[in-house]
């Protein structure tokens, strides 16, 4: 049973910068390929970026690229996420969630944390 764990959200000023974290535990990490998701009040989830096993293959939604960075530390079970240049549209639960290497969906998730950019 995989479970992921998030930390990191909170409340900061519009410009400013928070860095969110996702603990995975119960099977290989290394297995899995990694995402942040997103979802604002009123609206669907979201994909906002996602990392490959290895690490070495990140993508992005249009609206954070240049501000927001992927990243997984595989002898760590952690998956981050450096958000700089916070917008009051980023606003929203962040979630973590995992996809094992031959599975096409993301069936793993954790909790989620908030995330509130205050303008």
């Known amino acids: 049973q995989v479970q992921l764990v998030e930390s990191g959200g909170g409340l900061v000023q519009a410009g400013g910068s928070l860095r969110l974290s996702c603990a995975v535990s119960?099977?290989?990490?290394?297995?899995?390929?990694m995402g942040w998701f997103r979802q604002a009040p009123g609206k669907e989830r979201e994909s906002v970026a996602t990392?490959?096993?290895?690490?070495?293959?990140?993508s992005y939604t249009e609206s954070v690229k240049g501000r927001f960075t992927i990243g997984r530390d595989n002898a760590k079970n952690t998956v981050y996420l450096q958000m700089n240049s916070l917008k009051p549209e980023d606003t929203a639960v962040y979630y973590c969630a995992a996809r094992f290497a031959t599975s096409s969906d993301y069936r793993h998730w954790g909790q989620g944390t908030q995330v509130t950019v205050s303008s």
């Open positions: 990392i490959s096993r290895s690490g070495g293959i990140t």
């Open positions: 119960g099977s290989a990490f290394s297995s899995y390929n």
